[in-house]
């Protein structure tokens, strides 16, 4: 089978983070297909639209390039920012990039369409496939679906949802989500066509030994008998990094043999800047918190080799993929009770789940595991067991790929 896939972010040079799970999906396609190209429309930057550090590094991006064996095809879509922003992603992108696919699929004759996202490339997804003539499929990976009904953006999700020819969920939530936008109840949507999936993550291909975890370790100056927590991911307010780090300034309060490690910042793209200030503001954080940019995506089971307790405060979340990833080290994690947290844990108990927004109860699920290594280990392989299970990537895209060849 061919697949042409659609993605909002993909990986590339300047930000080579954006979209790095859409990345690790087409290369697991890749090894189970037998052609897969990626379509990832960049937005058009004239020269006087270099006015911030984001779009500085839109300009930069290039419309064409193989990345890890695999065709990157980036035509321009113009966007005019603040201004009809559904339009843009919708019909704007398949006026501006229909001519390019359909030479594409001239070349490789392509048997579906898959889009990851059904509201930042679903509409051109549905529109390209209907012409084509080829069934077009899309993938709700979270937010996406998570937007106002009667907006915009609502609608132009109503309309990929009705329109693809398959549809899958990453979780029961995204399904209830979607059936709300459409004015259905879930359970009158057909199973044939809407199906919960999650993309999952690669497994940690080998247990790192203790010399990379100590290594790590001394790079940031921890000691032995010093607790690491971490937080891997976006530095942004709906990540909840203010709870966060009103969490951390708790539990180092009472325990001051703990570390708070932070991984992900990308100044141009999130509040970095401003939770660096804070942190140097604050006596307890600035003694105990470090900030660290966003890593190379084969570096993460390495910093999590390095981890003792996984933090993940989001509050606004479709599927966690770090936290799946600590998850699958063995890592202990706690996490704010929202929905997807929930349907991970799956009452499995490998997760330390306490009530959203409640920065002490997080704070002391935290000392709670920093004072038993015999618990943390208790959790971690719980957690080990529940990713293994339901979230190993290769089976679940090699389950969406049976699915979609049903289609052809």
């Not at 496939?129 to 937010?143: E, K, Q």
């Not at 044939?192 to 993550?201: D, M, T, V």
């Not at 509040?271 to 140097?280: A, C, D, F, L, M």
């Not at 943390?376 to 090699?398: C, T």
């Amino acid at each position: 089978m061919k697949i042409m896939v659609l993605a909002a972010n993909y990986p590339y040079p300047d930000f080579p983070f954006s979209g790095i799970f859409n990345e690790r999906c087409v290369l697991t396609m890749n090894r189970l297909c037998d052609l897969v190209e990626v379509v990832v429309p960049r937005p058009y930057t004239p020269f006087f639209s270099n006015f911030s550090s984001k779009w500085q590094i839109y300009s930069k991006i290039k419309s064409y390039e193989e990345r890890n064996g695999i065709a990157i095809h980036r035509p321009p879509m113009v966007q005019i920012p603040k201004i009809g922003a559904s339009f843009w992603i919708d019909i704007g992108a398949f006026i501006c990039c229909r001519n390019y696919i359909r030479y594409l699929h001239q070349k490789n004759k392509f048997n579906i369409i898959l889009s990851f996202d059904l509201l930042s490339s679903g509409g051109l997804a549905w529109r390209m496939g209907r012409y084509l003539n080829i069934p077009a499929c899309g993938w709700a990976f979270g937010s996406d679906v998570k937007v106002l009904k009667k907006s915009s953006f609502g609608k132009v999700v109503n309309l990929a949802i009705k329109n693809l020819d398959l549809v899958f969920y990453q979780s029961y939530e995204l399904l209830e989500r979607a059936a709300e936008l459409c004015n259905v109840k879930s359970k009158d949507m057909s199973s044939e066509k809407h199906k919960i999936l999650p993309h999952g993550i690669p497994l940690p291909a080998k247990v790192l030994n203790k010399e990379n975890r100590e290594s790590i370790r001394c790079k940031w100056g921890i000691k032995d008998d010093e607790i690491i927590v971490i937080s891997i991911g976006r530095i942004t307010k709906e990540k909840g990094i203010y709870e966060l780090l009103k969490s951390i300034s708790y539990v180092c309060l009472r325990n001051e043999k703990i570390k708070c490690i932070l991984v992900g910042a990308m100044p141009a793209f999130d509040e970095s800047v401003n939770v660096k200030n804070e942190i140097q503001k604050d006596l307890i954080l600035s003694k105990h918190v470090q900030v660290f940019s966003a890593c190379n995506p084969n570096e993460i089971w390495g910093i999590l080799s390095a981890a003792d307790i996984f933090l993940f405060a989001s509050h606004k979340e479709g599927m966690p993929n770090s936290l799946i990833e600590a998850m699958a080290m063995g890592v202990p994690s706690v996490a704010f009770e929202i929905p997807p947290i929930k349907e991970l844990d799956g009452d499995t108990g490998s997760i330390k789940k306490v009530p959203p927004f409640d920065t002490t109860i997080f704070g002391n699920e935290i000392l709670t595991l920093a004072s038993s290594p015999e618990y943390r280990k208790e959790i971690g392989e719980k957690g080990k067991q529940r990713v293994s299970e339901k979230y190993n990537i290769e089976r679940n895209v090699a389950i969406a790929i049976t699915n979609m060849e049903k289609l052809i």
